[in-house]
């Protein structure tokens, strides 16, 4: 009894969350919170119930102490630095931000049993989907001046663009992103049947029209890394002679259909050449330039969000300025430098026109709160997830090409590259969104390493439950 109630209680923030608006807003974030804090109070005691007769030799559980300990340094940090921030709530919501992930992949690796891992996988699969097929039909429906049943903002359904359950498009296509992750994952594993390969494909086609759909520029850049991503890892369970056919293939193919969307009138590439300032035709229509200037005044909104944080972290470059406190110092940082007072002269870029809650950068927010110390014992357990997914794909690879791996749909290939391209995705759109400030994308993002990590703890130390 004890073991379906935790796994539904982490089942919950992972599957529910999305549909709450993220759970950005603080009423929806504790409630999940708690559900969190409640299944590793519960799986806590049946650890402690496992191993009280035993004490736990560290040589011999080296994996998961490696992986723990690459984290912990982290978090103790992140608390230290909260409780020193001038603004506590603030900071708490901060912290918990890096906390909770972390809470919910120690129940998923050490609370749930093997099945329940894979079945809570196939579950934020489906909501993936659901997630997707929402945010297309309620855009058809709607324009998307409906987000769940809250009205959404005006800014992005006059722009045409999708937002799903997410009231940001730019952060329902990160979450589609890491629906794509793991349907290619499975489409290309070898040891995928049938049943799961069709609706993995499925849910990559309904990902891409998806991120189209929102018309997020950060979102197609990283659907294009994921892909590079997959070509490097993806064909390698196929022979040397398959392995660099498929790439080379899957290298044109990707070369045409970008020329092709790229050289289209679609309105989504429009958006991109407003940004780099291209068009192909030398007279622009009225709604061309309308849609132009918005561009650029968002691009330009956005550099000065990251520039003023960049701003702020001078002030306390090692240590930075504390959790949570961007949006309490942005007045002061947020104009441009260039002005005077005692020479009456304003700076090219006031500070009155909007407020920066988030700077548009996970990583240029991680480095101006936290610091380099933080920022470098951040990047330690990225490191390491990093490491050991590559090298469990790479042992999975040579098993497949040795003839000698029989798993088939028990294959650990899909999680090991599903994990590893959803790391990569994240990654590479933190540097200029912030999605992972939304509290239901880390949950995800969290049970997306956690199953395969699980795996790999349970190969090397046989250390988690594999009933």
């Known amino acids: 009894m004890r073991q379906k109630l935790i796994f539904f209680l982490t089942a919950l923030p992972v599957i529910i969350a999305p549909w709450f608006f993220g759970a950005w807003e603080r009423w929806w974030f504790w409630g999940f919170a708690l559900c969190i804090f ?131 498009p730019d952060h329902f296509a990160g979450i589609m992103e890491l629906g794509f992750c793991l349907g290619i994952a499975y489409v290309l594993s070898r040891g995928s049947e049938t049943h799961h390969r069709i609706p993995a494909a499925c849910l990559c086609v309904l990902s891409v029209i998806a991120v189209g759909m929102s018309k997020s520029r950060g979102g197609g850049l990283t659907l294009m890394v994921v892909i590079l991503a997959t070509i490097i890892w993806g064909f390698s369970q196929f ?29 989504y590439m429009q958006r991109f050449k407003a940004y ?94 936290y610091g380099l110390v933080g920022l470098g014992l951040f990047l330690i357990p990225c490191c390491v997830i990093f490491h050991l997914l590559t090298s469990e794909l790479r042992h999975i690879s040579r098993s497949w090409r040795r003839r000698s791996h029989r798993l088939k749909s028990k294959s650990d290939y899909p999680l090991m590259l599903g994990g590893l391209l959803a790391l990569i995705c994240m990654m590479f759109h933190s540097l200029g969104d912030f999605n992972l400030q939304m509290p239901a994308t880390t949950w995800m993002l969290a049970c997306i390493l956690a199953v395969p990590l699980a795996r790999i703890i349970e190969q090397r130390d046989g250390e988690t439950n594999q009933s």
């Open 38 to 168: 409640a299944a590793t109070f519960a799986s806590s005691i049946d650890w402690l119930k496992k191993t009280r007769d035993a004490v736990p030799q560290l040589k011999e559980h080296k994996t998961a102490c490696i992986l723990i300990g690459s984290m912990l340094p982290f978090l103790l940090y992140a608390f230290v630095r909260g409780f020193q921030a001038d603004v506590f709530m603030d900071a708490e919501r901060s912290v918990l931000l890096f906390a909770t992930p972390f809470l919910l992949g120690l129940v998923i690796i050490f609370g749930l049993k093997n099945d329940q891992r894979r079945h809570l996988l196939l579950l934020l699969i489906c909501v993936f989907a659901l997630l997707g097929t929402y945010g297309i039909v309620n855009h058809f429906l709607t324009g998307s001046k409906l987000v769940l049943w809250a009205p959404g903002y005006a800014n992005y359904y006059n722009d045409g663009r999708a937002s799903g359950s997410y009231f940001c």
């Open 239 to 267: 022979p040397d002679a398959q392995r660099w056919w498929h790439r080379i293939s899957a290298i044109m193919a990707l070369l045409i259909i970008a020329i092709v969307v790229w050289n289209s009138n679609i309105p």
């Open 276 to 369: 780099f300032a291209l068009n192909a035709n030398t007279e622009n229509s009225r709604t061309e330039q309308i849609e132009r200037t918005i561009t650029q005044v968002q691009s330009a909104t956005r550099a000065q969000m990251i520039s003023g944080a960049l701003r702020a972290w001078r002030t306390d470059p090692v240590w930075g300025i504390g959790p949570g406190m961007h949006q309490n110092v942005w007045r002061r940082f947020a104009a441009t430098p260039d002005g005077s007072r005692e020479e009456g002269r304003w700076p090219s870029r006031l500070n009155n026109n909007y407020h920066s809650y988030e700077v548009h950068s996970d990583w240029v927010q991680l480095l101006e709160e």
